[in-house]
């Protein structure tokens, strides 16, 4: 079975297969906490998610809960980061958010997966970074798969599943997305 270069494999029954399921375990009590907050919270909320992320999170972030995460000292989150509810965070590829990025209820970011051959399915983790450029905004209901760059500026439209880049200044939909049109720059 063969992965693309730098891809994060995790084969079951192994060390790392150990301090992944370690790591699952601290995010899950993490995110039971923060997800008893309210949107009064916003303080109490950015303070756990820093927590999970295991370094502080700007005070311009807010994230509305429920929030599920598997992972996430492998996420970077920059300025003036809006997460709504529902948004669902597997990082074990590694997830950078840009700075002003908006993302819709129900996202999905999912950095890993498993082979698609029956054989290995239930013994290998394959993960892949995803990386969401600045101003980038996700609509609801998208899902963000492992292996991808969402370029600056661009638009995921709802419900749309990334599999492969989306270009700067792009609006892109459908399953798998496509781009559907190109977007002005910002000024």
Do not use: K
């Amino acid at each position: 079975m063969s992965h693309r270069p730098g891809a994060t494999v995790v084969h079951a029954r192994t060390p790392e297969s150990a301090a992944m399921v370690a790591e699952t375990r601290r995010v899950m009590a993490l995110t039971a906490r923060l997800n008893r907050l309210t949107f009064d919270d916003a303080a109490e909320v950015r303070a756990l998610l820093g927590e999970i992320i295991g370094r502080p999170v700007d005070d311009s972030v807010l994230l509305l809960p429920p929030f599920f995460a598997t992972g996430g000292r492998n996420t970077a989150i920059g300025r003036n980061v809006f997460i709504n509810q529902n948004c669902t965070l597997y990082d074990l590829g590694g997830v950078t958010i840009g700075d002003e990025v908006m993302i819709g209820p129900n996202v999905s970011i999912i950095t890993s997966g498993h082979p698609v051959e029956p054989a290995g399915r239930r013994s290998v983790t394959v993960a892949e970074p995803i990386v969401i450029g600045r101003n980038v905004w996700i609509a609801a209901g998208a899902t963000i798969i492992g292996g991808v760059t969402i370029g600056e500026n661009s638009v995921v439209a709802a419900g749309a599943v990334v599999t492969r880049d989306v270009p700067a200044n792009a609006l892109a939909g459908g399953n798998p997305a496509r781009v559907i049109r190109t977007l002005a720059p910002s000024a």
